[in-house]
């Protein structure tokens, strides 16, 4: 069974920092394209992804702020978070789309609070 958990979420004042972490089991990240969401309300937005090839790419709103990383070993990947802003307030999500079956598997969310 595939499970993805996602850990390191909390709040924060403006200009800080948060590394954001998700664990897999039943799927080694590597072989795979793993992407970052966040929902806030009304809205989901990719923030950023990396593939197999360890390829990354970025929403605008996070270029040169968040970086996105992986630890093969520990079948991990991070979002190192900095100079957040209070509109990064969201639940952040680890997802990996399913190339097979067109679904997407999806960890249970952390929450990012952003204070001003």
């Known amino acids: 069974q595939v499970q993805l958990v996602e850990s390191g979420g909390g709040l924060v004042q403006a200009g800080g920092s948060l590394r954001l972490s998700c664990a897999a089991s039943g799927i080694i990240f590597s072989h795979n394209y793993v992407g970052w969401y966040r929902q806030a309300p009304g809205q989901r937005e990719l923030v950023a992804g990396i593939?197999?090839?360890?390829?990354?790419n970025y929403a605008d709103s996070v270029k040169g702020r968040f970086t996105i990383f992986r630890d093969n070993a520990k079948n991990t990947v991070y979002l190192q978070m900095n100079s957040l802003k209070p509109e990064d307030t969201a639940v952040y999500y680890c997802?990996?789309?399913?190339?097979?079956?067109?679904?997407?598997?999806w960890g249970q969310g952390t929450q990012v609070t952003v204070s001003s």
């Open positions: 997802n990996v789309p399913v190339v097979t079956t067109g679904g997407d598997i």
């Open positions: 593939t197999s090839g360890g390829y990354t």
